[in-house]
């Protein structure tokens, strides 16, 4: 008798036990929630892997610290589903990947910047930034603006820039043009200012910062005024062939690549070259880089982080004939693209780079103007013969100052090559009669060195 009452009092027991926890379980699945801090988790921060933090980039793993995360069913971020594994989740820390298909500039504004935890027959949702990765630079077009000229700079997350700082300190933060997808942002320049270094800007996945080669002016080869001084023989263009600026943007004199003086003569033949644009060389201190630009650039910076800027005006549509030729010395034996004196020898200095803005990669073509309005192109010094990468990947500016100072004639030269272009057995572009006007300006040195920018201050 007593041992059957002991099990009707333990089964009474163990009911009551059950009821309670399906009560619990019941009651924790509706419970209200709540969020005290959003963490970054990241092994490879060196000051605090488990960071609190005022926003996350797509990719990055957070942890969101609260409570009442029991029964979670949904995370939505920026409106989007995200997937949590309710496993590693407890009460008071869910663990979530932000997916890198999370809408950010295009998340409806409703939901942008908002975090939602959903469960049964209640949401909680949480005010939280969220950025797509962090914003790059690659390029600049026009880093020697006068007033009122167009600055583009290109680069890739650079959606909904609404600040720019110039060198100097000048602000903008009205006029800003910005490409939907992030990959460029423009303005107009308002004044001319005598600092250089880098454009800093402030958009919706934060601040970029350019390389500081903006306004740079004290590393010039020639701007064909006041900066550099030509050289004069038999083979070069001389200072009477320089013309005023065309569109009198303030830029002083500058060099047709073909000159009037060919022009009117009928144009340059197909199969010939233009004389050269040279600096006067050897002992002119100008003409020794290494003395006078290691204080601006650093001798031991990669050749990768050092190049040719000009800057170019092509009015009309200039396709199919006709390659830009550069070389950092007056040593060119062979011409045009694809030359000898463009490529790695271990025996010969060869220092000469061609740009052909109208032949695309694959080798197809392009016809290329700037319009009516001044262009800055970025030649690498990778991309001139002695100084590639993959043959000789460890060369510095210094080497390349020194490679100068050792040569016969140290003249900085360019030429305008009219020659066949074969760019395959397959493609080849004959050339052709060139009656066409390009000038060009401001032949300078800069450093390209990327800049990084820390989402944090520590």
Known sequence: M??????WMLCMALLAVGFTACEDDENSQSSPMSISQIYLENVNDTVNKDRPVEFARLGQLIRIEGSGFTGLKKILINGYETYFNNALMTDNNVWVALNKETPVDKADDSVRNTITLVKDGTQLVYPFTI????????????????????????GSNLQETTRIILPDGTEITS????????????????????????ITSEGANGTAVTPAYFNEFRCFITDFDD???????????????LVDDPLNTGR????????????????????????????????????????????????????????????IYVPEPWDL??????????????????????KYSSQYFNTATVWVPWLNENGTH?????????????????????YDPTEAPDVTF?????????????????????????????????????????????????????????????
């Open 131 to 154: 950025r797509a990765a962090a914003p790059s630079i690659t390029s600049v077009d026009n880093t020697l603006p006068k007033a009122g000229e167009k600055v583009t700079v290109y």
């Open 227 to 241: 900066h550099g001084e030509l050289g004069s023989w038999s083979a070069t263009y001389s200072t009477d062939d």
């Open 321 to 342: 004939s006709g390659q830009l030729e550069i070389s950092l010395q007056n040593n060119l034996s062979n011409y045009g693209y694809g030359s000898g004196c463009t």
């Open 2 to 7: 007593k041992t059957t009452k002991y099990l």
């Open 252 to 311: 002083g004199k500058v060099a047709m690549l073909v000159p009037n003086i060919k022009l009117d003569a009928g144009g340059l033949d197909a199969g010939s070259n233009s004389l050269l644009w040279a600096t006067a060389g050897n002992d002119n201190p100008n003409d020794d880089w290494g003395s006078r630009m290691y204080s601006v650039i650093p001798a031991n910076t990669p050749a990768g982080e050092v190049a040719i800027q000009f800057d």
């Open 175 to 198: 006029g800003i043009i910005n490409d939907e997808e992030g990959k460029f942002y423009s303005f107009i320049m308002p004044k001319e200012i005598s600092k250089s270094g880098s």
């Open 398 to 458: 210094q080497k390349i100052c020194e490679d100068r100072n050792a040569g016969s004639y140290r003249n900085f030269l360019i030429l305008f090559v009219n020659s066949d272009l074969e760019f395959s057995e397959s493609i080849i572009y004959k050339a052709s009669l060139f009656t066409q006007k390009i000038y060009i300006d401001n032949l300078r040195v800069v450093q390209t060195t990327p800049v990084t920018v820390s989402d944090f201050n520590d």
């Open 366 to 386: 392009t016809a290329f103007t700037t319009g009516e309005r001044w262009q800055t192109i970025t030649i690498p010094m990778t991309a001139f013969g002695n």
